[in-house]
């Protein structure tokens, strides 16, 4: 009986398009495993998944130093969000928002969306209730939260939240009959060097489905 490599030079000589089919199988899927080896994931306990890839920095000026367009002054609309830390000012609004989990349990939810002046960057919040929301609710604290400012472009995220230091959630206002949620957030966040920074006057009006 040949052996495999007698048969694979049998091949070679008479189907050279069998050289093609081994690169197809055994040399692509590597640098396909590569290219995804990049991606880092956001996962809520059945929140949509974000897929962030890392290629090139954004400038500052839609990262660290807050953006211009976002003014403090301004009345917070639905679907909006809004913090201020260093001298920056911050905001945007949501591309998703809702509860996570059974309808009949309400006690997580969690909003998302790009900031004012980059699409690439934003905001992600997931808040955990110390009680069903299945009524109206008011001046609420939330038993925790995790808060993330991404950078689809960066290795890191901007800013994010560790257990280890305080991020309090109050919940302003919850109207039950149109699933509208008004609060307040602060508190100490990470950046990607280690060094913290300390988010104030954050604030968010959103619709969860």
Same mark, same amino acid.
């Given at each position: 009986?040949?052996?495999? +490599?007698?048969?694979? /030079? @049998? ?8 050289? %093609? ?20 994931? =956001? ?16 400038? #500052?000026?839609? &990262? ?21 830390? @260093? !001298? ?14 059974? %309808? ?10 790009? *900031?004012?002046?980059?699409?690439? &960057? ?7 209730? #110390?009680? *069903?929301? !299945?009524?109206?609710? $008011? ?8 808060? =993330? $400012?991404?950078?689809?472009? +960066?290795?890191?995220?901007? %800013?994010?939240?560790? #257990? ?16 509208? /949620? ?9 950046? #990607?060097?280690?060094?913290?920074? %300390?988010?104030?006057? @954050?604030?968010?009006? /959103?619709?969860?489905?």
């Amino acid at each position: 009986m040949a052996s495999f +490599g007698n048969l694979a /030079v @049998g091949l070679f000589m008479q189907r050279p398009r069998f050289i %093609y089919l081994l690169l197809l199988v055994f040399v692509l899927p590597v640098f396909w495993l590569q290219d995804t080896g990049c991606a880092k994931d =956001y996962s809520f306990e059945g929140a949509n998944t974000l897929h962030l890839f890392d290629t090139v920095q954004l400038p #500052p000026s839609a &990262t660290v130093e807050g953006c211009a367009l976002c003014n403090p002054a301004n009345t917070l609309q639905l679907g909006d969000w809004r913090f201020k830390t @260093g !001298n920056g000012n911050f905001c945007g609004g949501t591309d998703n928002a809702g509860f996570i989990g059974s %309808y009949n349990v309400n006690r997580t939810f969690t909003f998302f969306g790009p *900031s004012a002046c980059s699409i690439d &960057t934003g905001i992600v919040m997931t808040v955990y209730l #110390p009680v *069903s929301f !299945n009524e109206d609710k $008011y001046n609420v604290i939330a038993s925790g939260a995790a808060f =993330y $400012y991404y950078d689809h472009f +960066g290795v890191q995220d901007i %800013y994010i939240s560790q #257990p280890a230091k305080p991020f309090s959630v109050l919940i302003q206002q919850y109207i039950h009959s149109t699933q509208v /949620v008004t609060g307040t957030f602060e508190g100490t966040v990470f950046k #990607p060097n280690g060094d913290t920074a %300390y988010i104030r006057e @954050g604030r968010f009006k /959103v619709k969860l489905h």
